[in-house]
């Protein structure tokens, strides 16, 4: 099963409005990442959030951890259509020293 | 610095031959990490290879190995290919771990026909 898991799978928003993606995940870690696809290429690595932080921020990012709810989100404010792509969240668990990746959540942002 | 990149982009097999992917990293980096993507399965992750020795491996038949030059440099090979190999199989580079941030390359699109 997976270890990370985003929710919605499917998100469509509207240009210049707010979009907000969660991942849960099962046990502890040692940090959480986001990614992000554009249609059928290679990853581009968002921000890491570690154990012991809560919130960080980048640019038009902010990205927010709750290890009591083994959560995390990661909104994204004024979307452009440039935002569309799939996001993924990927943790480590210090287990087996991988990075464990979720589905997915594909963002539409129309303009 | 210029980024991680793989060879060929594209590539269309036939079931049972082998395949030969290639990446290089970013300059300077010395882990090299392979991942499968699939539609159903998602990203997985095949296994990683750190100053020549592999590090780690998920858990995907012997069919699938690796190996990294001295330069970093990595390739992997999938032998008697199937159709459920069709993928994109990514590299991704990193300083030290595989569990720090990590640096895609834009893949190999794998049709296995």
């Known amino acids: 099963s997976q270890q990370g898991e985003e929710d919605p799978q499917a998100l469509s928003i509207q240009e210049g409005e707010n979009a907000t993606m969660n991942c849960s995940y099962k046990?502890?870690?040692?940090?959480l990442q986001w990614y992000r696809q554009n249609s059928g290429r290679g990853l581009v690595h968002l921000i890491l959030?570690?154990?012991?932080?809560r919130e960080k921020h980048s640019g038009r990012l902010r990205v927010t951890l709750d290890t009591s709810k083994k959560s995390s989100s990661l909104l994204i404010t004024a979307s452009r259509a440039a935002d569309t792509a799939s996001y993924f969240c990927?943790?480590?668990?210090?287990?087996?020293?991988?990075?464990?990746f979720g589905k997915g959540i594909t963002l539409s942002v129309r303009p | 610095k210029a980024g991680v990149t793989q060879t060929p982009r594209y590539l269309i097999k036939t079931r049972g031959q082998q395949v030969t992917l290639s990446c290089s990293p970013i300059?300077?980096?010395?882990?090299v990490s392979w991942y499968q993507q699939t539609p159903g399965q998602g990203l997985q992750f095949l296994f990683e290879?750190?100053?020549?020795?592999?590090?780690n491996k998920g858990n995907f038949p012997g069919r699938f190995s690796g190996r990294q030059f001295s330069n970093s440099r990595s390739e992997m090979n999938v032998s008697t290919l199937e159709l459920g190999d069709s993928a994109l199989y990514l590299c991704a580079s990193g300083p030290i771990r595989s569990t720090d941030t990590q640096y895609f390359g834009p893949g190999t699109r794998l049709t296995v026909l």
């Open positions: 300059s300077g980096h010395r882990s």
């Open positions: 990927a943790t480590d668990t210090g287990a087996n020293s991988k990075l464990t």
């Open positions: 046990t502890s870690i040692n940090n």
């Open positions: 290879y750190f100053s020549e020795t592999q590090r």
């Open positions: 959030i570690r154990s012991n932080e």
